[in-house]
């Protein structure tokens, strides 16, 4: 017998197609903050070693929460491994699809206004330096160099 996907409902399982999950309330969520983070088996396929993330280290944090932010089949999942506070304090720094954003943005509001605290530079209390439009590509903190060339008539190559 062949097999027919929409009959079990599993036409739209891949993390690609279907909708994010996302909880009602971010003060649902009740994961750990700190120790290590083991996510299920569907969302890191491979050893139990490779699922573990310790929460210490901050490039594994954010790769533990864009993994199941991305992956998690339901709001109970989310609910289970995700930390509200932490979850405020990387938001701007995941890597995200950008329907998963939108999807937590839309339904959780005070993200989108969250500030970056993991950079200095992005202190809200910091007034904005402007500088005079220049023409042309700039990098910031370099000099601008201006050659003056002169073209030879006449001259033979």
């Known amino acids: 017998m062949s097999y027919v996907a929409s009959r079990d409902g599993r036409r739209n399982r891949s993390a690609a197609r279907r909708t994010p999950a996302v909880p009602d309330r971010i003060d649902k969520l009740h994961g750990n903050g700190l120790g ?4 299920p088996h569907h969302m890191s396929c491979g050893h139990a070693s490779r699922r573990r993330y310790d929460l210490e280290d901050p490039a594994q ?3 533990a929460y864009e993994q199941v932010l991305c992956e998690a089949a339901g709001c109970r999942e989310v609910e289970d491994l995700i930390n509200p506070a932490t979850l405020r304090r990387v938001w701007r720094d995941l890597h995200l699809p950008s329907r998963v954003r939108e999807a937590w943005e839309t339904q959780h509001p005070s993200l989108r206004r969250t500030v970056n605290r993991t950079r200095p530079d992005s202190a809200p209390d910091r007034e904005p330096t402007t500088r005079p439009p220049t023409p ?5 903190g370099r ?12 001259a033979a190559r």
Not at 36 to 39: G, N
């Open 36 to 39: 290590v983070l083991e996510v």
């Open 61 to 63: 944090l954010r790769h």
């Open 136 to 140: 042309g590509f700039t990098r910031r």
């Open 143 to 154: 000099a601008q160099v201006v050659r003056n060339t002169t073209i030879r008539s006449g």
